[in-house]
């Protein structure tokens, strides 16, 4: 068994839209109720979070953007773009949710716990330098994978971002470096438009961005075949110290903004095959960070699936599971062709 960290905080709830949104508290309110059920209690160990510093927002954000946000606080509501809002608690929580972020990874590499799920919003991965988007301020696991090489010493992160939406600002955040390698699936052409397979990175970073845009269909034995076909490959050759999943649940069948049908199993499942190529590049140092998911029944089910892997206590599917040989690979064969094709020059594929 392995030893699981979570972040949880209720002052997560303090980010509250006027109206109707589907970022909403309840998704945390859902999954915090999860981690209180019979078999989930007690088996996770709590990782307090705390205020993510003005240096380490600096990190990844410039500070006239960070002033901007600073700005909304106390203000009842300020529309930072068309889908991301910000309340008079917004600035203080979204610093929070840094902070929890980098509390996970500083439990994770002093060896505290094997790997940490943080369980924060609002969420980040579409959060650019100077700007606020897709219901995300701060970008959470960006600034968590720049804190990790700064802090820790670390030579190489990996970020693989299974949200269904492409994470811009985490992408824009490295697409000149080599030493955070992000890695995206998501649907495509779809918001916020960006993360084509020619999107591959730029000078040193060339070959350190991998976007698989995909069109609506792919589920549980299409993405393990991804994952195993393309991440997994790339991430054993560049051996990351530290492995982020930006872990959005907006891929479930039933999600109301996405096409995609994975399956609360089908979570475990990628979550096993990250778990697994860690262990060999990095001790299984593995810090998740919740994204998007707004079918909230969906959101706690695929969740709960997610930890009991993350913590060893279920296995996921094996390789030659038979749900691999029901695989679609017309939904996924084309994609994988052009995303190799664009990637072989940097990495061995076959
Ligand atoms: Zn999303």
């Keep these: 068994m392995h ?4 972040v949880k905080d209720d002052r997560y709830m303090d980010h509250v839209a006027d109206g109707y949104h589907p970022e909403s508290r309840q998704r945390l309110e859902v999954l915090y109720e999860m981690l209180r059920e019979p078999g989930m209690r007690g088996q996770y160990e709590e990782i307090p979070p705390r205020m993510a510093t003005q240096q380490e927002l600096e990190l990844i954000h ?4 960070i002033s901007l946000v600073a700005s909304t606080a106390g203000r009842s509501m300020t529309m930072l773009d068309p889908d991301t809002y910000a309340c008079a608690k917004s600035y203080e929580t ?6 929890g972020t980098l509390a996970a990874v500083d439990r994770v590499m002093k060896g505290g716990v094997d790997n940490a799920f943080a369980f924060i919003r609002p969420p980040g991965h579409h959060a650019e330098t100077n700007r606020a988007m897709g219901f995300c301020l701060f970008n959470n696991v960006a600034i968590a994978a720049g804190y990790a090489l700064a802090t820790h010493r670390l030579k190489r992160a990996l970020i693989i971002d299974w949200d269904l939406h492409h994470g811009n600002g ?13 890695f995206s699936t998501h649907q495509y052409p ?17 070959g350190f961005t991998v976007n698989v845009p995909l069109t609506a269909g792919p589920g549980d034995a299409e993405y393990s075949l991804i994952f195993e076909e393309v991440l997994e490959p790339i991430a054993l050759q560049y051996k990351p110290d530290i492995v982020f999943v930006s872990a959005g649940f907006d891929i479930y069948f039933r999600d109301p903004l996405g096409g995609m049908q994975v399956t609360p199993q089908g979570f475990a ?8 190529f860690a262990r060999q590049t990095c001790d299984g140092k593995v810090v998740f960070v919740l994204e998007g998911g707004y079918h909230l029944e969906g959101l706690r089910d695929s969740v709960r699936e997610v930890l009991k892997t993350l913590r060893g206590e279920i296995l996921a599917e094996g390789r030659q599971g038979e749900a691999r040989s ?3 690979r017309r939904l996924i064969d084309p994609v994988i062709k052009k995303v190799k094709e664009a990637l072989r020059p940097y990495w061995k594929m076959n």
Aim: aromatic content about 14%.
């Design 94 to 99: 979204a610093r929070l949710a840094v902070g």
């Design 170 to 182: 985490t992408q824009h955040s490295f697409y000149e470096r080599a030493d955070v390698l992000y």
């Design 269 to 276: 499942n990628l979550a096993k095959i990250v778990l697994d």
């Design 190 to 206: 779809y918001y916020p438009g960006t993360g084509f397979f020619s999107e591959i990175g730029n000078g040193p970073g060339k």
């Design 3 to 6: 030893k699981t960290g979570i």
């Design 326 to 328: 029901q695989a679609d």
């Design 62 to 65: 410039m500070p006239n953007y």
